[in-house]
């Protein structure tokens, strides 16, 4: 029975880069390119990667696209696989597109890479005349659903299999897993996404995604993501233009204050608190952010009106971080503050402290005091850096004088990103 589902997108195309002319799609058919150079090393990071992870991929179907076959290859040259060219996870094309491509056969196909299974017929094709993003998302169920079916009912050994797709049909795929039209996927080249069975024998709907868009393997970490909200296809030449033009609109803003401003990112994780402590459910993300001590083990935070005492941890694995307005990757973490909260009680409008964590408190408030004197900027991981002309952590007031705690609820985590403006 099939249980885990890895999908992953293609590496970097050869018509992507800017700076030199494009070569010639291998096969010979339009919108076919083969990978560039630094796609070709994604793949091989990608198949380094998954030779051993675990539970170990039995199976690899991907897009008959030349760039998806060549992706898959040294992951299906690690584990002894075949590749099956599959059109149920092919490449997406707009009904109103002036052409609708169609891949080459399995058998040219193999002339270039020995490992596809050319008698394997696909699953489910795309429309001859294109796809809304409607029906899109409906060639994409119905291919997973016939899939798993077919898996289940004919080799039930097969428990984990792979998926190599291009961005638009791997969000595709994992929202029909499960069950939402709605769910952010991150799509870099060569960046992973892993599904679980909820039940034994699930299909749509009935899966849990794991993780997305991880890239913690690949050296260059995430690169050309894409979104539906993103007005272009998928590594069009609408698309380079405005991801060029965002680089360099954001090199040279860099370039301008990279001598006054420093960016801090620190992850906060709230953990859910017992009824019996009065607190609410709900952590405002629009709450004004105070945090004193950041170069201490325990350094003070203030969320709205809630007093929490914070702790580093380290981080199994990377917490990535991206430019909101471009999705390109911006840097990656493994710190992580976890917060405890800090039971308050009120006297004559003042707030009082446990006795036994008064004196540290008062330490801490006098600290943010400083901190708004002195303007200082520090590291995701707490440790001080050189002093820059200025730092703004929005640190708003001195004195604690909230009426109540509030917390996020059960197993919910508030990320914080502060940046100096």
Not at 136 to 159: A, G, M, S
Not at 229 to 239: A, C, H, L, Q, T
Not at 256 to 275: A, C, H, K, W
Not at 365 to 375: L, S, T
Request: glycine share 8%.
């Amino acid at each position: 029975m099939v249980k885990t589902i890895y999908i992953t997108r293609h590496g970097f195309r050869a018509n992507w880069l800017t700076d030199q002319p494009i070569p010639p799609s291998p096969t010979g058919i339009e919108s076919d390119p083969a990978l560039a150079e630094k796609g070709v090393v994604q793949a091989k990071e990608l198949g380094e990667y998954l030779k051993d992870i675990k539970p170990p991929i039995q199976r690899i179907y991907a897009s008959p696209f030349y760039r998806c076959i060549e992706t898959a290859t040294p992951t299906a040259d690690h584990l002894d696989l075949a590749i099956y060219p599959e059109g149920g996870c092919g490449e997406w094309f707009k009904r109103e597109r002036s052409s609708h491509p169609k891949p080459a056969s399995n058998a040219v196909l193999k002339g270039f890479f020995p490992r596809v299974d050319k008698n394997y017929n696909s699953l489910v094709v795309a429309g001859d005349d294109g796809e809304d993003e409607a029906e899109l998302h409906e060639r994409t169920k119905r291919f997973l659903n016939v899939l798993i079916e077919k898996l289940n009912k004919e080799e039930p050994e097969i428990e984990t299999i792979l998926i190599v797709s291009h961005a638009a049909p791997r969000i595709a795929l994992g929202r029909a897993l499960v069950g939402d039209n709605s769910l952010d996927i991150r799509t870099g080249v060569c960046s992973l996404d892993t599904f679980e069975v909820d039940k034994e024998g699930g299909l749509c709907g009935e899966w849990k995604l794991k993780s997305s868009g991880q890239v913690d393997y690949l050296s260059e970490g995430e690169v050309m993501h894409w979104g539906f909200d993103v007005p272009f296809d998928p590594g069009s030449e609408e698309d380079i233009k405005a991801r060029k033009a965002a680089a360099e609109a954001s090199a040279a803003a860099a370039a301008e204050g990279e001598s006054d401003t420093v960016s801090v990112f620190i992850p906060l994780n709230v953990p859910p608190m017992s009824r019996k402590a009065g607190a609410s459910s709900k952590v405002s993300s629009n709450a004004p952010v105070q945090i004193s001590g950041l170069t201490e083990d325990r350094p003070f935070v203030k969320i709205g009106d809630s007093a929490y005492e914070g702790q580093w941890t380290e981080l199994v694995g990377s917490e990535m971080y991206f430019n909101g307005a471009t999705g390109e990757y911006v840097g990656k973490s493994r710190d992580r503050i976890m917060l405890k909260p800090m039971r308050l009680h009120h006297k004559q409008d003042e707030v009082m402290l446990e006795p036994k964590k008064r004196a540290h408190i008062l330490d801490q408030v006098h600290a943010i005091n400083e901190e708004r004197a002195k303007q200082a900027g520090e590291t995701t991981s707490g440790a001080p850096v050189d002093s820059v002309d200025s730092v703004d952590l929005e640190v708003a007031a001195a004195a604690v004088t909230a009426a109540s705690i509030q917390d996020p609820g059960t197993a919910a985590s508030l990320d914080v990103t502060m940046e100096d403006v």
